[in-house]
Nanobody, 122 residues
Framework: QVQLVESGGGLVQPGGSLRLSCAAS????????MGWYRQAPGKQRELVAA??????TKYADSVKGRFTISRDNAKMVYLQMNSLKPEDTAVYYC?????????????????WGQGTQVTVSS
């Protein structure tokens, strides 16, 4: 019905950069906010960055000044990650608030991608 597919994860050395991408597809009427979360082993999933349909952004304190979230159309969101640190190692998940065609009366619903691994290590 609705899918979020992430790409761009991998292994990078400390100080390096990666760019994550997330594409939404399926029976989509509209997408409100989109965001990136991450979950490290033994830790809870946490918000990394989010962006509204109007372009307003918010970031976790731990990534401010290093990560940038952006959208280039209604269905794509990116996370540019610079100056990566070992503590950024986690599975990164794309999230979106989506109104589904045929289910608009249900209002926006949260959808998740399958996750992409980011490992920062020398």
């Amino acid at each position: 019905q609705v899918q979020l597919v992430e790409s761009g994860g991998g292994l990078v050395q400390p100080g390096g950069s990666l760019r994550l991408s997330c594409a939404a597809s399926g029976s989509i009427f509209s997408i409100n906010a989109m965001g990136w979360y991450r979950q490290a082993p033994g830790k809870q999933r946490e918000l990394v960055a989010a962006i509204t349909s109007g372009g307003s952004t918010k970031y976790a304190d731990s990534v401010k000044g290093r990560f940038t979230i952006s959208r280039d159309n209604a269905k794509m969101v990116y996370l540019q990650m610079n100056s990566l640190k070992p503590e950024d190692t986690a599975v990164y998940y794309c999230n979106a608030e989506i109104e589904v065609l045929g289910d608009i009366l249900l209002g926006p619903r949260n959808f998740w991608g399958q996750g992409t691994q980011v490992t920062v290590s020398s």
